[in-house]
C-alpha cells in the first residue's frame, strides 16, 4: 500500500524559511516522479513543484521560484521542500504527491495517483 | 496559464440521487484531465484520469466525460461516502492548474 507522510509544517514569521519533508513507502520510490501540492485556507489545489524520479529535474510554480527548492533522497525514499523568504500567501496544507508522469512523443504529461494528509504551514508574525 | 472553472460550487444532493459537476478550461486541455476527492482531514484521492478513466479500485458508480474545454464527473447514485469536495486538474500545459472545486453536501 502507498503511504506518503508528510512533516514539518508549523509557524514561521514573513521572511523565514521551513524545510517539509515527505516519508514514502508501498512503492519504487526511485522510479517516479513526486510534487508538492498546497492548498490555501478555503482555496483550491495549486501545484507548487515538481521533480524527476533521478532528481535531476526540476520545475516549480512561478509563485515560488527562486523561493522554493525541490529535492529527494532515493536512498531514504523522502521528498523535501525547502522554503525561504516565506511570505503570508504560501499559508497553506502543503501535500507531498506521487507524480503519473506521461510521456508522449517529446512532452510530459502529470497527474497524481497518491497523495499524503498533508501538512499545515502558517506564515504570520 | 490555463484557468480551471468548477460549476457549481456547493451541490445539495440527496442520497441514492444522481450528482453532475462541470468542470471548463480556458483553452482546451485535450482529455488531459483529472478528477480528486477531498474529504476533510484526508489525502485527496485520484477518481479519473484522460478525462474518462476511473482510477484503480475507484467504484463504477463515478463516470467522467468530455474533452476540449468541457468536462463532467457524474456519480450516479451517491452514497454516504462520496459527501465531499471534487476538484479537476488539467495536466495538457504546464503549469499544472486545478479548479476551486465543487463541495458536495447532503441535501
Known amino acids: 500500500e502507498v503511504h506518503l507522510l508528510e512533516s514539518g509544517g508549523g509557524l514561521v514569521q514573513p521572511g523565514g524559511s521551513l524545510r517539509l519533508s515527505c516519508a514514502a513507502s508501498?512503492?519504487?520510490?526511485?522510479?517516479?516522479?513526486m510534487s508538492w501540492v498546497r492548498q490555501a485556507p478555503g482555496k483550491g489545489l495549486e501545484w507548487v513543484s515538481i521533480?524527476?524520479?533521478?532528481?535531476?529535474?526540476?520545475t516549480d510554480a512561478d509563485s515560488v521560484k527562486g523561493r522554493f527548492y525541490i529535492s529527494r533522497d532515493n536512498s531514504k525514499n523522502t521528498l523535501d521542500l525547502l522554503m525561504d523568504d516565506l511570505r503570508a500567501d504560501d499559508t497553506a496544507v502543503y501535500y507531498c504527491?506521487?507524480?503519473?508522469?506521461?510521456?508522449?512523443?517529446?512532452?510530459?504529461?502529470?497527474?497524481?495517483?497518491?497523495w499524503g494528509q498533508g501538512t499545515l504551514v502558517t506564515v504570520s508574525s | 496559464e490555463i484557468v480551471m472553472t468548477q460549476s457549481p460550487v456547493t451541490l445539495s444532493v440527496s442520497p441514492g440521487e444522481r450528482a453532475t459537476l462541470s468542470c471548463r478550461a480556458s483553452q482546451s486541455v485535450r482529455t488531459y484531465l483529472a478528477w480528486y476527492q477531498q474529504k476533510p482531514g484526508q489525502a485527496p484521492r485520484l477518481l479519473i484520469h484522460?478525462?474518462?478513466t476511473r482510477a484503480t479500485g475507484i467504484p463504477a458508480r463515478f463516470s467522467g466525460s468530455g474533452s476540449g474545454t468541457e468536462f463532467t464527473l457524474t456519480i450516479s447514485s451517491l452514497q454516504s461516502e462520496d459527501f465531499a469536495v471534487y476538484s479537476c486538474q488539467q495536466y495538457n500545459d504546464w503549469p499544472l492548474t486545478f479548479g476551486g472545486g465543487t463541495r458536495v453536501e447532503i441535501k
Open positions: 484522460g478525462a474518462s
Open positions: 504527491a506521487k507524480a503519473v508522469h506521461l510521456y508522449i512523443g517529446a512532452s510530459g504529461y502529470t497527474y497524481f495517483d497518491y
Open positions: 508501498g512503492f519504487t520510490f526511485g522510479s517516479c516522479a
Open positions: 521533480i524527476s524520479a533521478s532528481g535531476g529535474s526540476t
